[in-house]
């Protein structure tokens, strides 16, 4: 899950309904893609490397703030340090408002 970036990733719907999507508690720039990957694979969904099978495209895009960085490694810790598999605040909770 270490150094995973989800500009190039892609996920089952399924798999990303399992866990309740990315966490929208994280703010800015950095650590939502370690936290949806590490609830991944608790979750058992491990990387397969979809290299030249499969197109990728990036938009360009202003770059987050970094100013709550160390707020997310904080959330990011706490993640690690428990067996949490669902997102706190994901799709559930958007989709109920």
């Known amino acids: 899950?270490?150094?995973a970036k989800t500009c190039n990733l892609s996920v089952w719907k399924a798999d990303l309904l399992s866990v309740n999507g990315f966490d929208e508690d994280y703010t800015g720039w950095g650590m939502e893609d370690s936290d949806l990957v590490l609830r991944l694979i608790r979750n058992g969904v491990y990387h397969q490397d979809a290299?030249?099978?499969?197109?990728?495209?990036?938009?360009?895009?202003?770059?987050?703030?970094?100013?709550?960085?160390?707020?997310n490694q904080r959330r990011l810790q706490q993640?690690?340090?428990?067996?949490?598999i669902q997102?706190?605040?994901?799709?559930?909770?958007?989709?109920?408002?």
């Open 87 to 97: 997102a706190r605040v994901g799709i559930q909770q958007a989709a109920s408002e």
């Open 51 to 71: 290299r030249f099978a499969a197109p990728v495209f990036h938009l360009w895009h202003p770059e987050n703030s970094r100013d709550q960085l160390e707020e």
């Open 1 to 3: 899950w270490e150094g």
């Open 79 to 84: 993640l690690i340090e428990t067996d949490r």
